[in-house]
């Protein structure tokens, strides 16, 4: 498997690349637009041809590179099932497997963070989007957020995997790149070490966060898969 943590600093966004060694054949997992040129190079550099452009939720605080990947290279477009997305190419049902050569993600819906999150699951690791960080998990105040759901997805679809399953997280902003299944059982400060999901809801409730800043640019543009809406 050829595999590559990509990074966007100005909205602390991880994108994934992985790739099937023989049939070259690629997916990236939440694509910043921004970014589309050098994904597209990395792809020519490593003789890769991108199959799937897939993201983990309609995104607040990035625009993403899937219309212009899609536009560009034929790759097909993918959200959660229930994102409000119309031009995506497919909304990914639950358990619904994506293949990459002989590698398989496998979608598992997790609402909570947004209506329509989803991870994808693969082999030895998961990549959890918005719905689990590393130390922490996507708030849960909009887009129709609920923490109590978020919190039963992810003891169902995450937290019951192995515990050496790697968590590959969609954002992290103090230097993180991976974790695991157990880590975050054990030393998350909201949901590790037995918290119940009745403790969990109290502390999403409390948090007070800031609006989203650039949620008035990337919502509209995501749900129109990565182009701004003419109007």
């Known amino acids: 498997m050829i595999f590559r943590q990509l990074f966007d600093p100005e909205t602390s966004t991880y994108t994934y690349l992985v790739a099937d060694e023989t049939t070259r054949e690629a997916a990236l997992v939440d694509p910043v637009l921004e970014h589309v040129d050098a994904y597209v190079a990395l792809l020519d550099q490593l003789g890769l041809r991108l199959v799937w452009a897939l993201d983990t939720h309609v995104h607040a605080d990035h625009v993403t590179g899937a219309g212009a990947l899609r536009e ?11 994102a409000n997305v119309a031009c995506a190419d497919v909304h990914a049902a639950h358990g619904q497997v994506f293949r990459v050569g002989d590698l398989e993600l496998e979608a598992r819906l997790t609402p909570g963070h947004t209506s329509a999150d989803v991870v994808y699951v693969m082999r030895d690791r998961v990549f959890t989007g918005d719905t689990l960080f590393i130390g922490g998990c996507g708030r849960t105040d909009f887009q129709q957020g609920d923490a109590g759901r ?14 050496d399953t790697l968590v590959y997280p969609g954002h992290d902003y103090k230097g993180d790149t991976v974790s695991t299944v157990k880590q975050e059982l054990a030393k998350n400060p909201r949901l590790g070490g037995g918290r119940t999901r009745d403790e969990f809801v109290r502390i999403m409730d409390a948090l007070d966060l800031p609006y989203p800043k650039h949620i008035d640019r990337a919502l509209p543009a995501n749900q129109a898969c990565g182009t701004t809406p003419q109007g």
Do not use: I, M, Q
């Open 72 to 82: 560009r290279l034929g790759a097909k477009t993918v959200v959660g099932e229930g």
């Open 150 to 163: 978020l919190y039963d997805g992810l003891h169902a679809n995450v937290f019951s995997l192995p515990p």
